[in-house]
């Protein structure tokens, strides 16, 4: 088993190896530990998982750059892809169509998913990132599976979520879903209309295989959506020009800001409005806190003082208010 200081030491000289871009000894050292006998979920979770994240954090901490991420980020794929191609197993719990929201473009969690269920003995046709929901839905028709699994790391897109899952119902199909966005019950996957949360892939094998002797109820109907907040969410990049005026006078340093810090303050306050639509979507304000926790800690590493974020949201209540009003004031009482 991976874990303890054994497992900190084998994750660092996996990273060490990634950040260079050094595949080779990266699959190598994955492939040693299944030859070894350590479980093929356990790599995938232990090792490669607990190794995104922390490519993730060294990002937030400023410690490495977007070009280290895709370098990591690239032998990780390389390490899952031979891992899997070194395990077999029969195919009989039923095929499993696995996608990533639409919009979604972290596809390696959902990768790792396809591929542990796999070694359960399910089909899984993994489709990628951010599949457009009219070709996963023709891909339904064409293969009839026995359950949609969706992936949801970003709660930009939880709509996406509800698209794939209204699409799914349409022909009878059931949707599991999990990953980082819908939290850690199933409050969130619930009121985006899917029929079962999976907080990982134990629980996504045991629900699958109660779904063959008992599949859940289909609704008729589609999933509701607040039609405010999905307009929120599309106007998010035209309220963030409005906001983006009025924070130049309310946040005097930005008058010392270049002008891709400039376009990246914009891009911030559209995201903020995103989130906060996304957080009013499933009726779940940790979503907009967690996102803003997250900004704050972004931004201190790179020199920006938290007051920013508060000025922020500050300007943007009036203007999200105008939209949707109970938006305006989660952003308020996120001060």
């Known amino acids: ?6 497992g900190a030491d084998l994750v660092e000289e996996y ?3 990634a950040v260079v871009g050094d595949s080779r000894s990266g699959v190598r050292l994955t492939l040693n530990l299944l030859d070894r006998g350590v479980p093929f979920d356990e790599i995938i979770v232990g090792l490669l998982g607990v190794a995104q994240r922390e490519v993730g954090e060294r990002w937030l901490r400023n410690d490495w750059t977007v070009a280290d991420e895709h370098l990591a980020s690239g032998v990780t794929q390389k390490a899952l892809d031979a891992i899997a191609n070194s395990v077999g197993a029969p195919a009989a719990g039923g095929l499993v169509v696995v996608a990533c929201a639409e919009g979604d473009w972290h596809s390696l969690p959902a990768q790792m998913f396809a591929e542990m ?4 003995g399910f089909t899984a046709a993994f489709l990628g990132a ?3 929901v009219d070709h996963v839905a023709k891909l339904i028709a064409r293969h009839h599976p026995d359950a949609l699994a969706v992936s949801c790391n ?3 897109f939880f709509s996406g ?3 794939l899952v209204d699409a799914a119902h349409r022909h009878g199909i059931p949707v599991i879903a999990g990953g980082r966005a819908l939290g850690v019950g199933p409050d969130r996957a619930t ?4 029929d079962a949360w999976a907080a990982g892939v134990d629980d996504a094998v045991r629900i699958l295989h109660e ?5 859940p109820t289909i609704p008729s109907e589609s999933t509701p959506m607040d039609e405010a907040v999905l307009q929120l969410d599309a106007m998010a990049p035209e309220i963030a020009g409005v906001a983006f005026e009025a924070l130049a006078a309310a946040y005097p340093p930005m008058a010392t800001y270049n002008n891709r810090q400039l376009a990246r303050t914009k891009e911030d306050l559209a995201f903020i409005t995103q989130f906060i639509a996304a957080a009013r979507l499933v009726n779940d304000p940790i979503v907009l806190t967690d996102m803003l926790d997250w900004l704050r800690r972004l931004l201190a590493t790179r020199g920006v003082a938290p007051v920013a974020v508060a000025s922020g949201l500050t300007v943007l209540a009036p203007v999200i208010s105008q939209v949707d009003p109970r938006a305006g004031q989660l952003a308020l009482d996120s001060l």
Do not use: F
């Open 1 to 6: 088993m991976i874990g303890g200081d054994t």
């Open 15 to 17: 990273l060490e190896h």
């Open 130 to 132: 951010s599949t457009p």
């Open 154 to 156: 970003l709660a930009l």
């Open 117 to 120: 269920l796999r070694s359960r």
């Open 191 to 194: 009121r985006l209309g899917v």
């Open 211 to 215: 779904w063959q002797h008992q599949p």
């Open 161 to 163: 979520v509800t698209r």
